[in-house]
């Protein structure tokens, strides 16, 4: 197993390929809904890598995979109506797992250059363009096909109500997946091994059993009563409104994209070195005297 997805993320796409429906549907959409140019560049970077290159599209399929064995086993376990209030969440929540994960993988990690000489000052438009491409690509087909058994299952004011609190989850997962994502999907390389896959993979099951099944509960409990409905748009607005006080804070402070991911070092060390040195600096900068003879010491008195 491990030879083989050595060898996949290793192997090298082809230069030429076919320009499919999925190839010319991420140009329409960057061009009508980035209004941003490097957001739109980004956006149509991403769709069309997505729909060419055959080993993002295998491992996104594995993850999709994975996702309708679970919906088959809800499906198959419980009522049709009480599973369907899952079935989104669980569907999202790999499709947009799996597209965090493959944006990690080079395309064509020999021809990042580009992106490197034409970093420009507003990064931030290129980090929106991932947002942008993850729901447009990801959450807007899931639930347009999603949508067609919610109003066969429904009637049209609890299936909207269902939708609505759906994307609205899905919308919080995409935030919190691309929270400090520093990096233009597909351009950076990956040193495989830097993740603890058994704690990779504990946080990724307590992540999905919460996601998935605990929001479900608390979809069916709100929908009994309508009223709480807006208790939790007013949680998810304030939710929003936390990612976005904290990506201004870091255009703030500033910070530069990522083209190159290190491995983790073989030795890890506590940094006592670099802290002494800076109460050092901190000490003289605040009390420059500090240290220096005093002129009774240094100038003999003369009676």
């Known amino acids: 197993y491990r030879r083989h ?9 082809g230069a030429e390929g076919s320009r499919t429906r999925v190839y010319d549907l991420a140009s329409r959409i960057a061009d009508y809904l980035a209004p941003h140019p490097i957001e739109r560049a980004v956006v149509a970077f991403l769709g069309k890598t997505m729909a060419r290159s055959a080993k993002h599209r295998i491992f996104l399929a594995a993850y999709v995979g994975v996702g309708c064995a679970f919906v088959l086993q809800a499906l198959v376990g419980s009522g049709l109506r009480q599973a369907w209030l899952s079935v989104p969440l669980v569907l999202s929540f790999f499709v947009l797992s799996g597209m965090r994960f493959i944006f990690t993988i080079p395309a064509e990690l020999a021809a990042n250059w580009m992106f490197r000489v034409t970093e420009a000052e507003e990064r931030r438009k290129a980090l929106d363009g991932v947002r942008t491409a993850m729901l447009w690509f990801g959450v807007a087909p899931l639930f347009a096909a999603v949508a067609l058994f919610y109003f066969v299952l ?13 994307v609205t989850i899905s919308v919080l997962l995409i935030e919190l997946l691309l929270l400090d994502f520093w990096k233009i999907p597909f351009t950076c390389s990956y040193p495989p091994g830097k993740a603890n896959i058994t704690v990779t993979w504990i946080f990724y099951w307590l992540a999905f059993t919460t996601y ?13 009563r ?32 990522i083209f190159e991911d290190a491995p983790e070092p073989i030795v890890r060390t506590l940094g ?13 900068t605040e009390n420059p005297r500090r240290g220096l003879p005093s002129s009774s010491a240094s100038v003999p008195r003369v009676d």
């Open 5 to 13: 997805v050595r060898r996949t993320l290793e192997s090298i796409e």
């Open 154 to 166: 429904w009637t049209p004011g609890v299936a909207l109500a269902h939708l609505a609190f759906s």
């Open 212 to 224: 998935a099944y605990s929001m479900a509960s608390v979809e069916a409990w709100m929908v009994l």
């Open 226 to 257: 309508p009223w709480r409905l807006v208790l939790f748009y007013a949680a998810a607005g304030i939710v929003w409104a936390c990612f976005e006080w904290h990506r201004r804070k870091t255009d703030l402070v500033g910070f530069t994209l």
């Open 272 to 284: 006592l070195s670099e802290i002494a040195w800076l109460r050092r600096t901190s000490t003289r």
